[in-house]
């Protein structure tokens, strides 16, 4: 059961995942005079300057989690922060053991975990998105992609890191990544049923939305850059660079969007029996003016929180309490009218085959207004700081326009090394 906390005490705080986005998070409730300590699972190396790492236990390990929750009673909240443990449930495992968590349940997860369900519910409830059809047999989506006009979106059902999408131009593109996805299932189960969407154009545009089941709260937009690399040239990554706010994004869109989406979204999960709470990300294009839905996620995006989370003036800690307690409505969220940039160092060769362990330096001497969030970071038997994954570090600069806070992330990269690193120098343009 949780323990009794009282107001007047230091609430500590776990947080699962161990990337850029959980690094941020950590870093905003650290500044919250209501937070203590802070745990992760499994974290990374940057993160332990602030957090007690667990680096044994992974996402994924659900009863580990739960086992570490029941030993340690000072824990006051669970941050769930990656799709798979909100797509396996954790947060329903964790409350119905009493703990208190952040993120949506199974059932509302479902919105980013399984598209044919969330393009079901957007054609249920008239929530603009591009026109599709969803097909469980080969045969049949084969016989539609002969039947339609290219290009044509092919979309994994599932979850899949991001890479399930296929744009296909040509008859032969398409026939070859329905084949890859449902007969090869490159991504998997993942890729069992797929959807086939109508090509939008228009500009894409992240809105991370805050969630207590009733009320939507957007935060400040973002835009992600999320081919490998510069001019949106190479294959599709998680992210390898994000600014805020969107700067094509005007309050007119945002106005349309919170009527004929973001409203409607809550408030049909909810008659659905899947009520949302946390955060919600609406992967947006926008057609000729118009908003319509590209994607949903379930949770932060990653790195749009890195650009989002430093603007945020609110309580971080307060806010997830007003999610979870369905007091979002109570909340007057607080923004820094600044801009942020965040550039990805990767790792040579991300997205497809890179190495790990590779010594990283960072000097220092970086501005002030530079934050380096880790993405995949380890600290090796040696002591040394290593790369230990595809995106290894997040350079992030705050400034009073997207202008300047470019240009500071920038000089501040070449204070930078690890071999084989690799970064586009086009973020903060063309949006
Ligand atoms: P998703 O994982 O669904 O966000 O798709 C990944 C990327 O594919 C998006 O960010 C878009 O750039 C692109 N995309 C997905 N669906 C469409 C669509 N219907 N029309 C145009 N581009 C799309
Ligand atoms: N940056 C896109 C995502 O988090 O899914």
């Not at 971080?316 to 979002?328: H, K, N, S, Y």
Request: hydrophobic fraction near 40%.
């Amino acid at each position: 059961m949780l323990p009794l906390f009282n107001k007047k005490m230091k609430k500590n705080i776990l947080i699962i995942g161990g990337g850029g986005r959980e690094h941020a998070i950590a870093i905003a409730l650290k500044k919250s005079p209501d937070v203590g300590k802070l745990y992760a699972i499994p974290g990374n190396a940057g993160m332990s300057e602030i957090c007690e790492c667990h680096s044994n236990i992974t996402a994924m390990k659900l009863d580990k989690i739960i086992d570490f929750i029941a030993s340690h009673p000072d824990i006051y909240l669970t941050m769930v922060a990656p799709d798979d443990p909100l797509a396996a449930g954790l947060v329903d495992k964790l409350n119905a053991k009493g703990f208190r968590a952040f993120g949506p349940s199974q059932l509302a997860a479902e919105i980013e975990s399984s598209k044919v369900f969330s393009k079901g519910f957007m054609a249920r409830h008239n929530i603009p998105t591009a026109r599709y059809e969803a097909f469980d047999n080969f045969d049949l989506a084969l016989a539609y992609i002969k039947d339609h006009p290219l290009p044509l979106v092919i979309k994994a059902d599932g979850l899949a890191l991001g890479k399930g999408v296929s744009i296909c131009n040509t008859l032969v593109e398409a026939e070859a990544a329905l084949k890859n996805t449902m007969q090869d299932l490159a991504f998997g189960s993942a890729g069992r049923s797929v959807v086939i969407e109508e090509f939008l154009t228009g500009f894409e545009v992240s809105v991370l939305a805050f969630c207590d089941g009733e009320t939507v709260v957007p935060m400040v937009s973002a835009s992600d850059y999320k081919r490998a690399h510069n001019g949106d040239a190479g294959l599709n990554t998680g992210g390898m660079g994000t600014i805020s706010p969107s700067p094509s994004y005007t309050n007119d869109m945002a106005k349309i969007a919170m009527e004929t989406i973001f409203l409607p979204t809550v408030k049909e999960m909810k008659s659905e029996g899947r009520e949302f709470k946390g955060v919600l990300y609406f992967g947006l294009i926008i057609c000729d003016g118009v908003p319509k839905v590209i994607e949903y996620n379930a949770r932060f995006g990653d790195p749009e929180t890195q650009v989002i989370l430093p603007r945020l003036k609110t309580d971080l800690l307060e806010v997830f309490d007003a999610c979870i307690d369905g007091t979002l409505d109570k909340i007057n969220l607080q923004w820094e009218d600044n801009a942020t940039v965040c550039v990805c160092l990767a790792s040579g060769g991300y997205p497809l085959n890179y190495n790990k362990g590779e010594e990283i330096s960072i000097g220092n001497n970086l501005d002030k207004d530079i934050t380096i969030y880790h993405a995949g970071t380890a600290i090796d038997k040696n002591g040394k700081l290593v790369t230990n994954g595809g995106r290894v570090l997040n350079v992030v600069a705050t400034a009073e326009n997207l202008v300047t806070a470019r240009s500071i992330a920038y000089a501040n990269i070449s204070k930078v090394y690890f071999k084989n690193m690799h970064y586009r120098t086009d973020i903060g343009l063309n949006r």
